[in-house]
């Protein structure tokens, strides 16, 4: 099989790319995102229609945050587009005349790096998205598994503090409200805010005020020793490393992929991580340990990962 | 192919059954369960030749509580028997002179469940044993998953309370702290000792005190409708439910299966599992539901799992 | 002495009423609540003048919502009006030309009551304020504790929930985020969003949705029965009693007075708290137990308790 | 008035101190603790006619663990010792003919710093006794407060987890089971376990396991910099910390005092509890912070404690 083409929903632009069989971008196209769910419907197809023109493409697969149904076919819930059972494949096809198929974001960001990234030569492995939120995908025995009804491996939503923090999801206490770059930002605003003469690089960088605190301003200064922005990445670590050793108990992959904005600052956050992961292992000193592993595809790994599931039919 | 035996290693008997392709148990053979480890190997092939004798044996699975490895050979850490990097396979072959699968007891039950029990007609189910503890078994696309390295669906390792109750693990708020046999009598004699007015029943099942007080009569008393026991299942199934809709959003099953001897109690204790997990299953306006289902082999579940998941080979 | 004065600082009004010294108010005078700092100055100048008018005042007491220093004169800080440093005492003090006392109004009301309503009679009593929020005072050996530095007696902002919830107060599982007016509309909400088909009663008293749930809409449907409301009061209720058992612990005093606008439902919100303080109660075999009773002054308490702590001078 | 005798009963010994108006011992005496109730009382009263033969004895104060009542006369409830409803101060009245108060130990060790330690010119003054487990003392107005039926002041048993850790007294999440001796060797054996290459020197100290780590050992490890020594003694500040700044929010007093064994480490041990303190204080840009000072009179102060207590009458 050939050439297919991957598409990635941004909140600004739609990125559609034509892939091939070993996962190299040949071209891109992107259009801008429109603000109505029809609207982006359409943007999608025209994306399609403009990576495709002079390559022979024979499908397209498609990353749409929310829940997606088994038969990868409809968006039954999207956080921040309204679709509401929107039977997005069927919708493509008539507009682009390609086989479509539909898959969670996160699920395709898991995919190619498996595939063409970090994930390489392991069958059973663990994808963990640091952005914003928390997502991810499970890969086991060489295989995307999606569940019974195609919504697993919401990981940013399993419960660590009872009665926790509120998520936007209605619950309480989600993982994502405590390892992510929107709790990163939260923790060291928290500390600047109680112990700002810890916090002068970092305050520095911003506005001056605790509010004005951003993720990058975070990383920048825990790259120079501020003490309130190494104790945030410290805390993210230490939820996230526990979540990390509660996976490792359900699941026991060979490794964790660490994907996301977060990752990017690749030891400064990983080797924390791996910390904490090692802390909270259970029964550590019986069993071999996975590996934690930053992603290698950066931005581009739900894209090509669309598109090879679109070629695996 | 045709017979096998199944291994079920209990803390006062030893357990071997011959098995046929429809999970019937044509014949047990029981010993008595030894108090060091090596006897222990030797009781088990005494089982397992007793069971053997006039018929033709295929295989031999064993379950065994513990962290068994990926080739189902070695059990590398078992909590009750001091058995470490204990090479089981290898010295029941010798004794028995039979193929040998080395398997945890709560795998082997789970894929007794799904093969001839409450999991038939499942791809993808999560069986969850409430017994003294909280195991479980994961089958995924019909198989049985067992991670990387083979000690996966340790469900009741899972951290539901962030510096919570010390487990026998050696960590501090595992779930089966809180949803278990364990925590139920707890339950019962802590809600005991503080109103002993609402648990006039209870008390007068044990001996009286709120130490007395053992399982049979949490259940028992419940039935009567004893307020301090219906609160004990109630705060059990609260916890119970909590972990079931994480472990929906992780693996998203079809189904769940609850067994172990809390499961006994029927739907005393399955509806108000079946209402928490209702409670708290993430988006649960926008997915199918699992069901939440009673086992349906008993005791027998880990044996006759064991003996197939031999012939399975 | 004579007549003085209490001030009571509404979000919609400013109420200064004249007390006698068995805490009768003898005349009201009310000013709409002006949308500035300086303007809610000058209003309570204004109420105050308005209701002295023909009495011999002898003192003007006003409880202010926020840090009062210990000199009872500064508003060090106010939640919801803008004060910082505020010296309230003397701006008023020039204005009305009386001697005046600044107090927090939750220490305000708590005197209220030991004097004059439910905690008369006790010489260690904590009162409680349920409103939106929660807050309270202390009085030991017949005196109002205030603090070294006049903040003492914050409840609200003792921490249930290591990760909680976010507060208003910048810190996260405070327990008014958890047994409040505001945490129960919470409760019910969440209750109703999962589990429509037990909110029948509630969800028809609002707008049909969890959303438009409010405050009064749980009470009318606790007293119906409705299962979600009553299972919120029954959270709100855990809290409370938790709570309560821990200021036992603390304080030892001989009786919990429970007001604000969720006390006004009685024993419909008292008995679950008092079943829950007896059940978290330290030690409950081994000591006599504070009795938790409702406030007896309403929404009076603040004002009549002003008054009379400019009394005592 | 002149001489009073104090008694401090201790686990292995009994001491009868002469103290004068000033809080110097003058002699003691002491006495091995007996096994039995009863015969604690005789050993009591053996200590104190010992340590006064040639004084002027004007009366005894005793410092006993547990619930004492109102009257300061009867032990309602020992952890230790078998008191139930003990009648304390008349049996040891007509042993030794002086007229005998009974006190919560740690109200005692408390009452010993306010009047001739780290708490000498404070009003207000909350002391924290951090041994093998939590207890503490309120001063209040220059007087020690015990609430109305004399259990007041148990701080170590405020449930800072809710669900969390088991407690001696039967509840689960008190802060004595997060910040105590107690707690921090659990913290260090706990993570020597998981990363003995952090703890080599912690383990040389000990017996080389992790169990074999005692609280001597933490300390003199922390000294030299060891990862999880440090750690651990981190670990106790985060929770004392915390602790602290909900006992601000309560009773906002001029000084917190901290005693009992780990405070011998001084600023080891203090300096991570001001930080933490501060770091979870309430409104701390708004408020005077309460000063975290290290107890002066070491394990002298109960026993001079109880003495002054008797003089006062």
Redesign the interface.
């Known amino acids: 099989m050939g050439l297919t083409i991957g598409v990635d929903i941004g909140g600004t632009k739609i990125a559609a790319g034509v892939v091939d069989e070993s996962g190299k971008i040949l071209e891109t196209h992107t259009v801008p995102t429109p603000p109505t769910a029809e609207g982006i419907v359409e943007a999608i197809s025209a994306a399609v229609t403009g990576a495709g023109k002079g390559h022979q493409i024979e499908a397209v697969g498609i990353g749409a945050a929310g ?1 997606v149904d088994d038969k990868r076919a409809t968006v ?2 999207a956080p921040n587009i309204h679709w ?1 059972h929107e039977p997005l494949k069927d919708k493509i096809e008539q507009r682009v005349g390609l086989p479509v198929v539909v898959e969670n974001d996160a699920n395709a960001a898991a995919w190619g790096e498996y595939r063409f990234g970090a994930g390489q030569g ?3 492995v663990i994808c963990i998205t640091l952005g914003t939120g928390l997502g991810g995908g ?1 890969i ?2 060489n ?1 995307l ?11 940013g ?10 998520c936007g ?4 206490g ?1 993982w994502e409200q ?1 390892a992510s770059g929107r709790a990163l930002v939260r923790y060291a605003r ?2 600047a ?3 700002p003469e810890n916090a002068e690089v970092l305050l520095a960088l911003g506005d001056g005020t605790a509010e004005g605190i951003e993720g990058k301003h975070v990383s920048a200064a825990a790259r120079e020793g501020d003490p309130v922005a190494v104790d945030s990445f410290r805390e993210l670590a230490r939820w996230a490393g ?1 979540g990390l ?3 490792a ?6 490794a964790f992929i660490i994907g996301g904005g977060v990752s990017d600052e690749g030891d400064l956050v990983l080797d924390p991580i791996r ?1 904490s992961f ?11 340990h ?1 590996k934690v592993v930053a992603a290698q595809l950066g931005g581009k790994a739900g894209l090509v990962g669309a598109a090879d599931l679109a070629r695996q039919g």
């Open positions: 829940y039954l819930f509401r392991h069958e059973d499970i086991i025995g295989k598994r999606r569940g019974r009804f195609g919504v697993a491996a919401e990981f939503h399993i419960r660590v503090v009872p009665d926790g923090l509120l999801c209605g619950s309480q989600c405590y928290q500390r805010l109680a112990t526990a050793a509660d996976l108990s359900l699941f026991d992959p060979s910390k090692r802390r909270w292992l259970i029964g550590a000193q019986w069993r071999p996975a």
